[in-house]
Structures are given as C-alpha cells and as structure tokens.
C-alpha cells in the first residue's frame, strides 16, 4: 500500500528580500512595550499575556475593567494605512493568504472575547509609533466609561 504526500501547496520559497522577517517577536514587541509605558504613567495596571477567550490570548488586559488590549502591527495583520497593498514574488499568493488568516483571526478572536464580557480594544503598531499617548488616552476613556457602566449597574 503506497501513501500518498499530501501538501497544503506550494512551499515557502526563501528570498533575500524575506530574510528580515526571519525570527519577528510575536510578544512583547516595541509598539506593545511603548503603549503598555503609557498606560502605566496614566495609572492603569494590566496584566499581560492572559487568555480572554479560548485560543485568544489579548497583549494585556485591564482586569479591573475587563478591558483587553490587542496591538496590531501593520504587516502582519493588515492596516489600511501601511499593510501590502499588493504582494510580488514568488510567495506572493502565500502572503495574501496569511494576512487573510490573520485578519480573520482578528475577527474571531475579537467576537469571542467580545462574547466572554471583555471590551476589545485594537491599536494599530502605526498609532503606537506615532502617539503612544494618544492611543493610551482611548484604553483610559474605554476604562472611565467601564467604570461608569459598571457603577450604574449596581
């Protein structure tokens, strides 16, 4: 009985060009250290790294609001500002595909923690270089307003 090698397509094919992607941090990146500074000096604890929902884990939570806090780079999941508007080469079809994933992923990921009582916030990697401050300011308005939800509530 002969098996048969199934592939899920065609392979990556290693580029020069590629190299630099080799080895990327998925936790703790700099926009996610910059934004998480910025919280702080505004007062806010977190903690990082914790599970909202099943198989979706946030860059770090504001337990306290219930506030889960998602920073997107740019490449990887898409931005309409400065994602890959097109890809070239021959990963380019394998490229298209995995930012597609991921997007989807976003969406699944931010439903379900939706769905498990959290509020989701997503910030951009471009907001973080450009104004880390700015993009704390929206975690701390979102965590006022939790408050003030939460205080009605009782």
């Given at each position: 009985m002969s098996k048969k090698k199934i592939s899920a397509g065609p392979s990556w094919v290693k580029t020069q060009e590629g190299q630099h992607l080799k080895g990327r941090r998925s936790r703790d990146t700099k926009?996610?250290?910059?934004?998480?500074?910025?919280?702080?000096?505004?007062?806010?604890?977190?903690?990082?790294?914790r599970q909202v929902a099943?198989?979706?884990?946030?860059?770090?939570?504001?337990?306290?609001?219930?506030?889960?806090?998602?920073?997107?780079?740019?490449?990887?999941?898409?931005?309409p500002t400065?994602?890959?508007s097109a890809f070239r080469g021959p990963n380019a079809e394998r490229w298209a595909e995995k930012i597609a994933a991921n997007k989807a992923r976003d969406?699944?990921?931010?439903?379900?923690?939706?769905?498990a009582g959290w509020l989701v916030v997503r910030v951009w990697e471009c907001e973080v270089r450009t104004a880390p401050?700015?993009?704390?300011?929206?975690?701390?308005?979102?965590?006022?307003r939790a408050r003030e939800d939460g205080a009605q509530s009782r």
């Open positions: 926009p996610e250290i910059r934004l998480r500074h910025a919280v702080h000096r505004l007062g806010l604890r977190y903690r990082l790294h099943p198989r979706c884990t946030a860059d770090f939570v504001l337990p306290r609001h219930r506030i889960a806090v998602f920073v997107d780079g740019c490449f990887w999941h898409g931005c400065h994602g890959v969406q699944r990921n931010t439903a379900a923690a939706e769905a401050d700015r993009a704390a300011l929206r975690i701390l308005q979102l965590s006022d």
